[in-house]
C-alpha cells in the first residue's frame, strides 16, 4: 500500500527566512497531495495542496512543489512569521483516503 | 460549506469506562467520514471511513468501534476503554469527492486515567 515519508521531524528557522519540508510516497497511482497545519491543540487545517498534473502552485509566501518521476512532494515557506510556527502534515490520497506523513514541527526564531 | 460538529470537546474517562463520541456534518449529503486519532505530539492515525449509512471500514484492530447511523453522523464508541485510547479524535468530511480534500471537525480530547 501507499506509505508518505516526511522530513524532517522539526524544523527550527530565523524568522524571515525559509522553510523547506520534503515528502516522498511508494503509489504511483496516488493523484492528490495536500498540505496541512496544525497549530497546538487545534484541528489539521489545510493551507495548499497540489494535483498530480501539476508540478508547482503557489499561495503568497507558500508554495508546492512536486516530482511525479521521483514521487516527492515538498512545501516551500519564504520570510517565515512567527503565525508559521506549527505542525506540517503531507498526505498523498488513494482511493477517497489519505495517507499522512509523520508530520514536521516547525520552529521560528525571533 | 460544510461544518462538522464534534462533542464533547474534552472528556476525561476511567479505564474499563464505556465512550461515546459523536460527529454530525451539515452543508453536503451522503459525505465520506472518517475517525483519526492523534497520541500526543504524534501524527493522524485512520481509525474508521464510511462511505454511507451502516457502511464501515476499519484500518486499525482495536477495542474501539463506529456507526453511522444517519447520512450526517458518524459516532465512535468503546465498550472499556485503555490507557492507550487517550488522544485526540478527530472527525473528517471529504469535500471533493474527486479530489479528496479532507475537512476536519474541531475533535475531541479524551483523557482515560
Known amino acids: 500500500g501507499e506509505n508518505v515519508e516526511q522530513h524532517p521531524s522539526t524544523l527550527s528557522v530565523q524568522e524571515g527566512d525559509s522553510a523547506v519540508i520534503k515528502c516522498t510516497y511508494s503509489?504511483?497511482?496516488?493523484?492528490?497531495f495536500p498540505w496541512y497545519k496544525q497549530e497546538l491543540g487545534k484541528r489539521p487545517q489545510l493551507i495548499i495542496d497540489?494535483?498530480?498534473n501539476v508540478g508547482e502552485k503557489k499561495d503568497q509566501r507558500i508554495a508546492v512543489t512536486l516530482n511525479k518521476t521521483a514521487k516527492h512532494f515538498s512545501l516551500h515557506i519564504t520570510e517565515t512569521q512567527p503565525e508559521d510556527s506549527a505542525v506540517y502534515f503531507c498526505?498523498?490520497?488513494?482511493?477517497?483516503?489519505?495517507?499522512w506523513g509523520a508530520g514536521t514541527k516547525l520552529i521560528i526564531k525571533p | 460549506s460544510q461544518t462538522i460538529h464534534q462533542w464533547p470537546a474534552t472528556l476525561v474517562q476511567p479505564v474499563g469506562s464505556p465512550l461515546s463520541l459523536e460527529c454530525t456534518v451539515e452543508?453536503?449529503?451522503?459525505?465520506?467520514l472518517y475517525w483519526y486519532r492523534q497520541a500526543a505530539g504524534r501524527g493522524l492515525q485512520l481509525l474508521f471511513y464510511?462511505?454511507?449509512?451502516?457502511?464501515i471500514s476499519s484500518e486499525v484492530p482495536q477495542n474501539l468501534s463506529a456507526s453511522r447511523p444517519q447520512d450526517r453522523q458518524f459516532i465512535l464508541s468503546s465498550k472499556k476503554l485503555l490507557l492507550s485510547d487517550s488522544g485526540f479524535y478527530l472527525c473528517?468530511?471529504?469535500?471533493?469527492?474527486?479530489?479528496?480534500?479532507?475537512?476536519f471537525g474541531p475533535g475531541t480530547r479524551l483523557t482515560v486515567l
Open positions: 473528517a468530511c471529504l469535500l471533493a469527492v474527486s479530489y479528496n480534500e479532507q475537512f
Open positions: 452543508g453536503t449529503s451522503n459525505p465520506n
Open positions: 464510511s462511505v454511507g449509512i451502516g457502511q
Open positions: 503509489d504511483s497511482a496516488s493523484n492528490y
Open positions: 497540489i494535483r498530480s
Open positions: 498526505a498523498a490520497s488513494i482511493n477517497y483516503q489519505l495517507i
